[in-house]
């Protein structure tokens, strides 16, 4: 599985977009992006996945080039709520197992 | 969607003993998993569950130290053995559900908090 790359935090505010990139260099043809976000003492829960351009749906988006080496999550207009560690993630599009990497820990501040 | 119901929530234990964990889902699932996340740190696949065979373990993970069971498609449990302080995470069982629209998506328990003295 692709080896991924985020910032290990970012801090917001209120109402601001927040943007978190995350680098996949390595990923397969046949490997989905997907993102996972995860609060204190909760298990992680799927947010959004894509393979390429461009996917929204009611919590966020994903934008992914064409050459599928990064992948942005985009956050519009985060509240306090947001706060969590956000997880970028290759998976198969047969399934299997994900590999968690360090994540990305987003502080929304008022 | 997915009810994962995992038990205990919580535990204390001595070391040296053993705890047993139960995963039970209230749909029917392609696959499971067991995940050990450390105080601050992101998760690590320990294992995926075989229904009806071994358990398949990731490099670090062997079987007599966390041996696995899954009896049937919805059920399954992690026995974290001879333990020791450096045990003392939170463990998460994961599954993945038959028609689920998005392929990438797996649910997961809210997590056993075992601590070790």
Known sequence: LAKTTQPIS????????????????????????????QFPSQGPRFIIQGYKTKVTNEVASLFIPADRKSSTLSLPRVSLSDTAVYYCLPRNEQGGKLIFGQGTELSVKP | SAVISQKPSRDICQRGTSLTI??????????????????????????TANQGSEATYESGFVIDKFPISRPNLTFSTLTVSNMSPEDSSIYLCSVEVVGTPNTGELFFGEGSRLTVL
């Not at chain 1, 505010?13 to 043809?29: D, F, K, L, M, R």
């Not at chain 2, 139960?22 to 294992?47: E, H, K, N």
């Open chain 2, 22 to 47: 139960q995963c039970q889902v209230d749909s029917q699932v392609t696959m499971m998993f067991w995940y050990r996340q450390q105080p601050g740190q992101s998760l690590t696949l320990i294992a």
């Open chain 1, 10 to 37: 970012m801090d917001s505010y209120e109402g601001q977009e927040v943007n978190i990139t995350c680098s996949h260099n390595n990923i397969a043809t046949n490997d989905y992006i997907t993102w996972y976000q």
